[in-house]
């Protein structure tokens, strides 16, 4: 399966910004879905996940309550609402695929990877 990831942008904090990745193929809503980021100088880092219908979400402590992880299989893709955006929020984001449900928040565990979108959140 193939990702485009899309939505990033600059934005000022208390903000919001919607994250979408658009996947190709027609097995869309046989892969659990995650967001993942990664801030300049730091390791790439869990955000969010979501199972195979959408029933199950799983988030980052430091995205709770901010964040909402959400999918459409009808048209292949996932989206990530980010509300009361932060300074910390700054980074890469990155969609990816995987059929496994365990180990959601571990990124080896994701098969395939999106290109990532910047999002930048000024003070």
């Known amino acids: 399966v193939q990702l485009q990831a899309s939505g990033g942008g600059l934005v000022q904090a208390g903000g919001s910004l919607r994250l979408s990745c658009a996947a190709s193929?027609?097995?869309?809503?046989?892969?659990?879905m995650g967001w993942f980021r990664q801030a300049p100088g730091k390791e790439r880092e869990f955000v969010a996940a979501i199972g195979w219908s959408g029933g199950t979400t799983y988030y980052a402590d430091s995205v709770k309550g901010r964040f909402t992880i959400s999918r459409d299989n009808a048209k292949n893709t996932v989206y990530l609402q980010m509300n009361s955006l932060k300074p910390e929020d700054t980074a890469v984001y990155y969609c990816?695929?995987?059929?496994?449900?365990?180990?959601?928040?571990?990124?080896?565990?994701?098969?395939?990877w999106g290109q990532g979108t910047l999002v930048t959140v000024s003070s």
């Open positions: 193929g027609r097995t869309f809503s046989s892969y659990f």
């Open positions: 990816a695929a995987t059929r496994r449900s365990s180990w959601y928040d571990i990124s080896s565990v994701y098969d395939y």
